[in-house]
T-cell receptor
Framework: AQKITQTQPGMFVQEKEAVTLDCTYDTSDQSYGLFWYKQPSSGEMIFLIYQGSYDEQNATEGRYSLNFQKARKSANLVISASQLGDSAMYFCAMRGLTTDSWGKLQFGAGTQVVVTP | DTAVSQTPKYLVTQMGNDKSIKCEQNLGHDTMYWYKQDSKKFLKIMFSYNNKELIINETVPNRFSPKSPDKAHLNLHINSLELGDSAVYFC????????????FGSGTRLTVV
């Protein structure tokens, strides 16, 4: 069974500051993928970044980086230089890559981020 | 061109009615999904089809029936709607391999009154 935990229900961050969103996971799969999605108030789900369990380097995509600590089973998202448009709900998700868990992209409860001027 | 399109965007209906939500993807993905997002924003997978074959069927009331006429389409039919079915339903598609995120549709907000 897989479990994704996001312990921060909400946070405020000032514009231009960096923010770290916490995500821990639990899985029995040896091979898995970790994802972050953004859901603005308009409701769409936007894929941000991916980290494979066997990737040695942390993933980066523009202002997004994923701080992957495999031994701690954590996959925190770092947003650098926050912008007002970053205000949204952020979801951590995981997909196992074994036969039993294949295809099941499972989500954490989300963290609501509000960026203030 | 919209990659994953769902219709309708909003659906308001009375208890006991039957309704369908349609989904189409033009990404050439083999796998499509239905997710339910409840009022607390929690996203839960409901079904998954791979090339028209059902591969994931989570604990969902059998009033919900997915149908995939071809790999580009996955529709969701709901019978005898209940108040608790009110939620946002997202269709998504993904490529095999697991290294890319799923592409989500814009969601269908279902309200049962």
């Amino acid at each position: 069974a897989q479990k994704i935990t996001q312990t921060q229900p909400g946070m405020f961050v000032q514009e231009k500051e960096a923010v770290t969103l916490d995500c821990t996971y639990d899985t029995s799969d040896q091979s898995y993928g970790l994802f972050w999605y953004k859901q603005p108030s308009s409701g769409e789900m936007i894929f941000l970044i991916y980290q494979g369990s066997y990737d040695e380097q942390n993933a980066t995509e523009g202002r997004y980086s994923l701080n992957f600590q495999k031994a701690r089973k954590s996959a925190n998202l770092v947003i650098s230089a926050s912008q007002l448009g970053d205000s949204a709900m952020y979801f951590c998700a995981m997909r196992g890559l074994t036969t039993d868990s294949w295809g099941k992209l499972q989500f954490g409860a989300g963290t609501q981020v509000v960026v203030t001027p | 061109d919209t990659a994953v399109s769902q219709t309708p965007k909003y659906l308001v209906t009375q208890m006991g009615n039957d309704k369908s939500i349609k989904c189409e993807q033009n990404l050439g993905h083999d796998t499509m999904y239905w997710y339910k997002q409840d009022s607390k924003k929690f996203l839960k997978i409901m079904f998954s089809y791979n090339n028209k074959e059902l591969i994931i069927n989570e604990t969902v009331p059998n009033r919900f029936s997915p149908k995939s006429p071809d790999k580009a389409h996955l529709n969701l039919h709901i019978n005898s709607l209940e108040l608790g079915d009110s939620a946002v339903y997202f269709c998504a598609s993904g490529a095999d391999g697991g290294t890319h995120g799923y592409t989500f549709g814009s969601g269908t907000r279902l309200t049962v009154v």
